[in-house]
């Protein structure tokens, strides 16, 4: 069934079961090559791969020389001067430069021009891989031995949809019985610098219309990935190519919102194999970000403050720091972390203090509501989880006052869970190495910035990088005044600093103008005793004390009026502004 139109009716009526690769090839090699191809795909699959690995016969080591054109180049080989059909149609310029060790592999058809096709180069002492051809293969290998699903899955190739053409269609069984239908589309990954892989060398809108097409695909139930082989060893990262085609860069991340899966995996090349290997990490956000992970933890790892909620370190301890912490200085907070601790050492005791002994303790930190929601959270843990922290950031966030940012924080620092803890001094720092004009006091920007740096935070340090950030800004890249550049294990990243704009950065819209409210305040006294009420339980100061007071301001006889609604009959009344 998968014959028909692909060659002549007098070829597919008859002959399409019997006829063997090496006719099909001779016979049709210069008016049909494409359609010849892609029958010998599904005849080859048809017989079954076994394996990961895609192997090569007849190589040879030649000395490139030259590349007239796209399709050819000039390879010594021993005393002969050869032109050899190149197997990948992108520039590869920093591939292919004078003198490189390459390998070509002969070709088994005598009819052809050129005897040879260049399949790898070998750059600083590693082969990488350039056959065009060489992903699609491995990639399809590779899925069909089980190691993406795993289920069992039939593969396809090149399975239409809308107006794309996707490399692989695969079908899996789900958990349920049900069919899992998913589109693959490989992109082979040749151009490297300094261990970061970038995709594509060259503007390619087909390549931005085939992740147009697998987000469609995705929103009509399919499951969809995108795929990038990188076709060679020992790399760090893989992210898009902004500077050559910023289009395709969009189009990624547009993508991966939308529900598609971008993966990368590298590959052991030799001079007459390849095969995918290791998962290789993606950066759909900012590279200048995931330069700076290992930096940044050595710094803070021989730098950090000595800070009294990172000794002894637990759940509790740093959910205290980081709540008092919010909107208060860390030497403000020091003394009133120690008393609380002293008095409320663990989650039970902060369950059960009375509201009125809380509020004490945290009397001259302000935002009492902290205070309430530390003591709902208490008892929340109490009732749900038997008096024992929850461990993972889920469990964390629904706490009654936690948010991303404390979730985030003692997700990282106790439990190493790999979660961002964006503050404001998170949000200086970021903003300063990117140069973002984005004003820091938005949803919108905080939401990219923990979007930003989930990506790049490393597993193995999660807790040390958050914790990193966070003190770079809060003694280094500091706010109210010039940023101390010179001490930044980050200056040579920084994009803001390299352009000598580092006072621009964070932008901030100028706030609301203060409300300014006329009010009169009654201070009733008799003898040592002053007159006070509790405000409302919600509101600003909910729940706090204060001087009975009414809005306006009062000549006097609206003064005694008011006290004698009260029950009161003033003795002397002072007026003062």
Same mark, same amino acid.
């Not at 692909?6 to 008016?31: A, D, G, V």
């Not at 935002?367 to 959270?377: D, E």
């Given at each position: 069934?998968?014959?028909?139109?692909?060659l002549?009716?007098?070829?597919?009526k008859?002959?399409?079961?019997?006829?063997?690769?090496?006719?099909l090839?001779?016979?049709?090699?210069?008016?049909?090559e494409?359609?010849?191809t892609?029958?010998?795909? @599904?005849?080859?699959?048809?017989? !079954?791969?076994?394996?990961? &690995?895609?192997?090569? =016969? *007849? %190589?040879? #080591?030649?000395?490139?020389?030259?590349?007239?054109n796209r399709? @050819?180049?000039?390879?010594?080989? !021993?005393?002969?001067?050869? &032109?050899?059909?190149? =197997? *990948? %149609?992108? #520039?590869?310029?920093?591939l292919?430069v004078?003198?490189?060790?390459?390998?070509?592999?002969?070709?088994?058809?005598?009819?052809?021009k050129?005897?040879?096709?260049l399949?790898?180069?070998?750059?600083?002492?590693?082969?990488i891989?350039?056959?065009?051809?060489?992903?699609?293969?491995?990639a399809?290998?590779?899925?069909?031995?089980?190691?993406?699903?795993?289920?069992?899955?039939?593969?396809?190739?090149?399975?239409?949809?809308?107006?794309?053409?996707?490399?692989?269609?695969v079908?899996?069984?789900?958990?349920?019985?049900?069919?899992r239908k998913?589109?693959?589309?490989?992109?082979?990954?040749?151009?490297?610098?300094?261990?970061?892989?970038?995709?594509?060398?060259?503007?390619?809108?087909?390549?931005?219309?085939?992740?147009e097409?697998?987000?469609?695909?995705?929103?009509?139930?399919?499951?969809a990935?995108?795929?990038f082989?990188?076709?060679?060893?020992?790399?760090?990262?893989?992210?898009?190519?902004t500077e050559?085609?910023?289009?395709?860069a969009?189009?990624l991340?547009?993508?991966?919102?939308?529900?598609?899966?971008?993966?990368a995996?590298?590959?052991d090349?030799?001079?007459d194999?390849?095969?995918?290997?290791?998962?290789?990490?993606v950066?759909?956000?900012?590279?200048?970000?995931?330069e700076?992970v290992r930096p940044?933890?050595?710094?803070?790892?021989?730098?950090k403050r000595d800070?009294?909620?990172?000794?002894?370190i637990?759940?509790?301890?740093v959910?205290?720091?980081?709540?008092?912490?919010?909107?208060?200085?860390?030497?403000?907070?020091?003394?009133?972390y120690?008393?609380?601790?002293?008095?409320?050492?663990?989650?039970?005791a902060?369950?059960s203090?009375e509201?009125?002994?809380?509020?004490?303790?945290?009397?001259?930190?302000?935002?009492?509501?902290?205070?309430?929601?530390?003591?709902?959270?208490?008892?929340?843990?109490?009732?749900?989880?038997?008096?024992?922290?929850?461990?993972?950031?889920?469990e964390?966030?629904?706490?009654?006052?936690?948010?991303?940012?404390?979730?985030?924080?003692?997700?990282s620092?106790?439990?190493?869970?790999?979660?961002?803890?964006?503050?404001?001094?998170?949000l200086?720092?970021v903003?300063?190495?990117?140069?973002?004009?984005?004003?820091?006091?938005?949803?919108?920007?905080?939401?990219?910035?923990?979007?930003?740096i989930?990506?790049i935070i490393?597993?193995?340090?999660?807790?040390?990088?958050?914790?990193?950030l966070?003190?770079?800004?809060?003694?280094?890249?500091?706010?109210?005044?010039?940023p101390?550049?010179?001490?930044?294990?980050?200056?040579?990243?920084?994009k803001?600093?390299?352009?000598?704009?580092?006072m621009?950065?964070p932008v901030?819209?100028?706030?609301?103008?203060?409300?300014?409210?006329?009010?009169t305040?009654?201070?009733?006294?008799?003898?040592?005793?002053?007159?006070?009420?509790?405000?409302?339980?919600?509101?600003?100061?909910?729940?706090?004390?204060?001087?009975?007071?009414?809005?306006?301001?009062?000549?006097?006889?609206?003064?005694?009026?008011?006290?004698?609604?009260?029950?009161?009959?003033?003795?002397?009344?002072?007026?003062?502004?």
């Amino acid at each position: 069934r998968y014959v028909s139109g692909f060659l002549w009716p007098s070829l597919t009526k008859n002959t399409s079961r019997n006829i063997t690769s090496e006719q099909l090839s001779k016979q049709f090699y210069m008016r049909k090559e494409k359609k010849a191809t892609a029958l010998l795909k @599904i005849l080859c699959y048809s017989k !079954g791969y076994e394996g990961k &690995t895609m192997n090569y =016969k *007849n %190589t040879i #080591r030649g000395i490139f020389k030259d590349r007239p054109n796209r399709f @050819i180049a000039h390879v010594q080989i !021993g005393d002969q001067l050869e &032109t050899v059909h190149v =197997k *990948n %149609t992108g #520039r590869c310029r920093e591939l292919l430069v004078p003198e490189a060790e390459v390998i070509l592999e002969k070709s088994d058809n005598p009819a052809r021009k050129t005897k040879y096709d260049l399949i790898s180069v070998n750059k600083e002492g590693r082969w990488i891989n350039m056959d065009s051809q060489a992903p699609n293969k491995a990639a399809e290998e590779w899925v069909a031995a089980g190691n993406l699903f795993p289920e069992k899955v039939t593969v396809r190739r090149e399975k239409t949809y809308g107006n794309s053409r996707f490399d692989l269609y695969v079908e899996a069984e789900d958990q349920n019985g049900g069919i899992r239908k998913i589109f693959i589309e490989i992109k082979g990954v040749t151009l490297e610098e300094n261990g970061v892989c970038r995709f594509p060398d060259a503007p390619s809108e087909r390549a931005v219309k085939h992740l147009e097409e697998l987000s469609d695909a995705k929103k009509n139930g399919y499951e969809a990935y995108v795929f990038f082989v990188i076709q060679m060893k020992g790399v760090r990262y893989f992210t898009p190519n902004t500077e050559t085609h910023p289009q395709f860069a969009e189009a990624l991340q547009k993508t991966a919102k939308e529900g598609v899966k971008v993966l990368a995996y590298d590959c052991d090349v030799t001079s007459d194999a390849i095969e995918l290997s290791d998962a290789v990490d993606v950066v759909l956000g900012n590279p200048i970000l995931k330069e700076s992970v290992r930096p940044l933890v050595e710094w803070f790892r021989e730098n950090k403050r000595d800070l009294p909620w990172r000794k002894r370190i637990n759940a509790y301890r740093v959910w205290i720091s980081e709540i008092m912490l919010q909107q208060t200085r860390v030497e403000a907070v020091k003394p009133y972390y120690e008393r609380f601790l002293s008095e409320l050492p663990d989650v039970s005791a902060l369950a059960s203090v009375e509201e009125d002994r809380l509020l004490k303790l945290w009397e001259g930190l302000g935002y009492y509501n902290r205070a309430r929601n530390l003591k709902a959270a208490a008892c929340q843990i109490m009732e749900q989880y038997g008096g024992r922290f929850p461990s993972s950031y889920e469990e964390i966030r629904s706490l009654k006052g936690i948010g991303n940012y404390t979730a985030g924080a003692i997700g990282s620092f106790v439990y190493h869970i790999p979660k961002p803890a964006v503050d404001g001094n998170v949000l200086r720092v970021v903003s300063r190495l990117t140069a973002d004009e984005g004003d820091i006091k938005t949803a919108a920007v905080r939401s990219k910035v923990e979007e930003l740096i989930e990506e790049i935070i490393p597993k193995d340090a999660p807790g040390d990088f958050n914790q990193g950030l966070i003190e770079l800004g809060a003694i280094v890249c500091v706010p109210n005044g010039e940023p101390k550049c010179a001490a930044c294990p980050l200056e040579a990243l920084c994009k803001a600093h390299k352009e000598g704009r580092e006072m621009d950065f964070p932008v901030k819209k100028k706030a609301k103008a203060r409300r300014i409210e006329k009010r009169t305040v009654f201070i009733f006294r008799d003898n040592e005793k002053v007159a006070i009420r509790k405000r409302p339980q919600k509101g600003l100061l909910a729940g706090m004390y204060e001087f009975p007071n009414v809005e306006g301001h009062l000549r006097t006889e609206e003064v005694i009026g008011y006290a004698q609604t009260a029950g009161l009959t003033p003795v002397r009344v002072k007026i003062g502004r």
